[in-house]
C-alpha cells in the first residue's frame, strides 16, 4: 500500500466480465489446433449509461507459471487483466501452448516465434469478433497496448515483432512495456553455463547467476521445451543430467562444438538483441524498458543490450531508475533469495504502467 498506490487501490471504473475461452492456432509441429486457450477480460458496461471506447486493445503476455485463462484469483496476470479492464479496456492475455487448454505438451516457454504466433491468433479473433467491438475503437488498423514482464516481457517483444513482420495492416502497437525480461536468450543461458564451469569472468550474464534457480530454469523449461519442438539434434539425457546439466554439454556448448550449433541457433533466434535494428524502426511506437541490476534471476545485460539496439530507432525510454533505487540495494544486500529483487521490480513496473493507462 506504501509502495504501489496504483496496485494497492486500483479504483476501477467499472466492473469486469473475465471468459475463459478456446482459440485456434498452430501447434509447435505445425499442426492446427483448436485447444489453445486465453483469457478475454473486458468491462461491463450494460449497467452504464456511458461508455467512452478506448482507443487502443491491451495485450497482456504472461510471466513463468501464470496462467491467466484459469481465472485463479490468485493468479497475478489474471488479477491485472482485471484491473485493466475495470479502466475501461478490453484485455487479451493468451496462455503459451502447454499451459490452460494445452497443459498436457511442455510450455513452448521464451520461444519467441510460436509463442507471438499464437497470441496474435488469438488477438486477431477477439477484435474480429463483433461481440467485443463495443469496448474499443474499431479502425484499422487497431491500436495495441503490449505488456509484459519477466518471461511475458520476452513475449511481449515477440509479439510486437511480429506484428511489425506479418500484420502491420491489421495492428498498429503504439507502445510496449517490457521489464525483466531475457531478451538474449542465448546470452542468458550461455551465463548459466559459465557460472557452473567457473568462466564467468565478470560476464554480465553470469556475474549474479545463482545455481540453485537459474540452472533448474534451464533444465525444467528452456532446453526440454527447445529439444522437444525442434530439430536440436540432441536427446535430453545428453543435456540434462540428475536435474542438473550435463557436464559434457556444458564444456561442448561453451567450447563452440559443432554438435550443439543447432541448439544454440535456436536461442539465438529467440533473442532479440541480434535483429537488425531498423526491424524495429516505427515512428508510431513508444517502448518503455525496465529492468533492476540488482537482479539475481534474469541479468539487467539483457534489457541495456536491447536498449542499446532501439536507441534512435523507436521512441523509447529505458527506466534505469525505477528497480535501482537505495530501497533496491538494500534488498539485494539484505537476502540471497534469486527471486525476490526481480518480483519486486515486477510490482514497480506493473504499478508504474498501470498508472499510465489510468
Not at 98 to 117: D, I
Request: aromatic share 10%; with cysteine; net charge negative.
Amino acid at each position: 500500500e506504501s509502495e504501489w498506490d496504483n496496485l494497492a487501490n486500483p479504483a476501477g471504473l467499472y466492473d469486469v466480465v473475465s471468459q475463459r475461452v478456446r482459440y485456434g492456432s498452430m501447434q509447435p509441429d505445425g499442426v492446427f489446433s483448436r485447444e489453445l486457450t486465453g483469457l478475454i477480460a473486458y468491462p461491463d458496461v450494460a449497467a452504464v449509461s456511458t461508455f467512452e471506447k478506448r482507443t487502443e486493445v491491451i495485450l497482456l503476455t504472461h510471466a513463468t507459471g501464470s496462467t491467466p485463462s484459469d481465472l485463479n484469483e490468485s493468479d497475478a496476470w489474471y488479477i491485472l487483466a482485471n484491473l485493466f479492464a475495470a479502466q475501461g479496456y478490453l484485455v487479451v492475455a493468451p496462455d503459451n501452448y502447454g499451459r490452460g487448454g494445452t497443459s498436457t505438451f511442455p510450455e513452448t516457454y521464451l520461444q519467441a516465434n510460436r509463442t507471438s504466433l499464437n497470441a496474435i491468433a488469438l488477438l486477431t479473433g477477439v477484435v474480429d469478433d463483433p461481440a467485443y467491438a463495443f469496448a474499443f475503437d474499431a479502425s484499422e488498423p487497431v491500436g495495441l497496448n503490449i505488456i509484459g514482464y519477466s518471461q511475458g516481457g520476452h513475449s511481449a517483444i515477440a509479439s510486437w515483432l511480429e506484428i511489425a513482420r506479418s500484420h502491420g495492416s491489421r495492428f498498429q502497437t503504439n507502445s510496449v512495456s517490457s521489464g525483466g525480461a531475457p531478451l538474449n536468450l542465448y546470452r542468458t543461458v550461455r551465463g548459466v553455463m559459465q557460472h557452473i564451469e567457473g568462466s564467468c569472468d565478470g560476464d554480465g550474464y553470469c556475474a549474479l547467476v545463482d545455481s540453485e534457480t537459474s540452472v533448474p530454469f534451464a533444465t525444467d523449461r528452456i532446453l526440454p521445451a527447445l529439444i522437444t519442438y525442434s530439430d536440436t539434434g540432441l536427446s535430453s539425457d545428453e543435456v540434462i543430467d540428475e536435474g542438473g546439466l550435463n557436464p559434457a554439454f556444458v564444456s561442448g556448448f561453451l567450447g563452440d562444438d559443432p554438435a550443439y550449433d543447432n541448439i544454440r541457433m535456436l536461442m539465438q533466434l529467440s533473442s532479440f538483441t541480434n535483429v537488425a535494428s531498423d526491424v524495429f524502426s516505427d515512428a508510431q511506437v513508444f517502448v518503455d524498458l525496465y529492468h533492476s541490476e540488482y537482479d539475481r534471476l534474469v541479468p539487467v545485460d539483457n534489457t541495456l543490450e536491447f536498449a542499446s539496439l532501439l536507441n534512435g530507432n523507436v521512441a523509447m525510454t529505458l527506466h534505469d531508475d525505477a528497480c535501482n533505487s537505495t530501497a533496491f540495494r538494500l534488498l539485494f544486500e539484505a537476502t540471497d533469495k534469486v527471486g525476490v529483487v526481480h518480483t519486486i521490480c515486477g510490482l514497480t513496473v506493473l504499478d508504474e504502467v498501470f498508472s499510465r493507462l489510468r
